[in-house]
């Protein structure tokens, strides 16, 4: 449904799958991105309803949105498509980030109407993304080189019972007793499994973002 027919109708089920709290949603909406590149009110559909679902698998399907910022169409949902970004949090989305901050110039180089906006957003996105400010470009840059080895080695690692999984920033809900640093819940979203505090024994959280 996403990837053909009347506008409206897509408009629609992206928003819906928005709605829907499970990595499938995700994976449906970040597929059917190459084909409603044409169209801005779907790709501002499909880019909001990533944001609001913040799973990390879909963030290749929003960098490669970035590579066609020559598009009219696509300039006219770059916000969306960054917010999303900006939401999900991922620090891998920091270099084509600020990729493209660089390549608009701060939006001085740029003859496009939507430049400034665009350099709005993506200053947007990287603040919230690394809680420092990018006003001034090369200033973040240089925070950014000696903070990156950092940010990204610490993305949400949780050993249960020996064994590491990495996950996705929202695959993993935890209750933590700010006392003791005790899990006292640990629940996977769904499509995985739920475990409780009796089944955390071995579980160690390494790091959360």
């Known amino acids: 449904m996403l990837g053909a027919g009347a506008?409206?109708?897509?408009?629609?089920?992206?928003l819906a799958?928005?709605?829907?709290?499970?990595?499938?949603?995700?994976?449906?909406?970040?597929?059917?991105?190459?084909?409603?590149?044409?169209?801005?009110?779907?790709?501002?559909?499909?880019?909001?309803?990533?944001?609001?679902?913040?799973?990390?698998?879909?963030?290749?399907?929003?960098?490669?949105?970035?590579?066609?910022v020559?598009?009219?169409?696509?300039?006219?949902a770059m916000s969306e498509v960054l917010s999303a970004l900006g939401a999900i949090g991922s620090a891998s989305s920091v270099d084509p980030l600020l990729d493209m901050l660089g390549r608009l110039g701060g939006g001085k180089r740029s003859p496009w109407a939507e430049?400034?906006?665009?350099?709005?957003?993506?200053?947007?996105?990287?603040?919230?993304?690394t809680g420092q400010s990018a006003e001034n470009r090369l200033e973040f840059e240089e925070w950014w080189k000696a903070n990156?080895?950092?940010?990204?080695?610490n993305a949400r690692r949780i050993n249960v019972r020996g064994k590491g999984l990495t996950t996705d920033r929202?695959?993993?809900?935890?209750?933590?007793?700010?006392e003791s640093g005790a899990v006292v819940r640990a629940e996977l979203r769904p499509g995985r499994a739920a475990l409780d505090a009796d089944?955390?024994?071995?579980?160690?959280?390494a790091a959360a973002r």
């Open 170 to 178: 929202r695959a993993v809900e935890l209750d933590v007793d700010l």
């Open 17 to 68: 799958l928005g709605d829907l709290d499970h990595p499938a949603s995700a994976e449906v909406l970040a597929v059917a991105i190459p084909a409603n590149l044409k169209s801005a009110p779907i790709l501002a559909a499909l880019s909001a309803a990533l944001g609001k679902l913040q799973y990390e698998s879909s963030i290749a399907a929003l960098h490669e949105v970035l590579r066609h």
């Open 199 to 205: 089944g955390l024994d071995d579980t160690d959280v």
């Open 70 to 76: 020559g598009d009219a169409e696509v300039r006219t």
């Open 148 to 153: 990156k080895a950092t940010l990204i080695a």
């Open 7 to 14: 506008e409206k109708p897509r408009i629609a089920a992206a």
């Open 115 to 129: 430049t400034n906006q665009i350099v709005k957003g993506l200053r947007e996105a990287l603040k919230a993304i």
